[in-house]
């Protein structure tokens, strides 16, 4: 096995971090890392905005309801942007309007963000820093965007906290390869499948109950249930559409 999957594989959320900030060129190296991803069409669909300013950062954690955002080495708010797409349409004499607006650019713009910022994270833990995912930034999208300066055309999907780690949390037992990869097509055994997510609920439970000293020891799918039971952020399309993405 190499180092970088090593690296992969070694992956958790970390949500505690020392007082220590990144320098200039971690976060330079974590960057390029980033753009080096695939990108469809050489679209580069996306933009990245680092947040230093303790003030802002504390803003960002009130916002998305994670207190590790304000606490972190460094904030990287990763944005599907379409708007340099637009700037270059103009400079060339074309109205890109009618094409920037479809879901398959809105899709483009998701995929190209995804993939950099995962570039980012495996540079970051490569270097021994944690990283966290927040999807939390999405509570209060006016407000962030007011917060960032967020123009039309521009969508913050998520942020993810950097620095180094102070309580390495555990690492949570993923799904078995077979319950996630299949050959040639899609299972069409229903009862197969439950049979599969059954033997996940019972790994799911033991790393509970390990973790928590059997105070907690919910399942995969009892979580999931909850997650889906009701709608969340609402608002989401009617923002979507308003920064001129999916209108068509």
């Not at 942020?159 to 690492?171: F, V």
């Amino acid at each position: 096995m190499n180092p970088v999957i090593e690296t992969i594989l070694n992956h958790r959320s970390i949500r505690h971090y020392q007082d220590r900030p990144l320098t200039d060129e971690q976060v330079k190296l974590i960057v390029q890392s980033a753009q080096a991803a695939a990108t469809s069409h050489f679209v580069q669909a996306y933009s990245i905005i680092g947040i230093k300013d303790p003030a802002r950062k504390q803003k960002l954690a009130e916002l998305t309801g994670n207190r590790h955002v304000g606490t972190c080495g460094h904030l990287l708010i990763f944005c599907a942007d379409l708007n340099k797409h637009k700037l270059a349409a103009e400079m060339e004499g074309t109205d890109a309007t009618a094409t920037l607006q479809t879901t398959e650019k809105f899709m483009v713009a998701l995929i190209d963000t995804a993939l950099a910022a995962q570039n980012a994270a495996l540079a970051a833990e490569s270097m021994g820093l944690g990283i966290c995912y927040v999807g939390g930034l999405r509570n209060h999208l006016p407000e962030v965007s007011e917060l960032l300066h967020i123009p039309e055309y521009v969508l913050p999907l998520f942020a993810m906290t950097i620095g180094y780690p102070a309580d390495p949390s555990g690492k949570k037992p993923r799904m078995a390869a077979e319950h996630v990869y299949y050959e040639e097509t899609y299972p069409e055994n229903a009862d197969d499948l439950k049979k599969h997510l059954q033997q996940y609920n019972e790994w799911i439970q033991q790393y509970y109950k390990e973790r928590t000293n059997g105070k907690r020891s919910d399942t995969w799918t009892g979580q999931m249930a909850q997650f889906f039971k009701e709608p969340a952020r609402a608002y989401m399309k009617d923002f979507v559409q308003k920064q001129g993405f999916d209108k068509k």
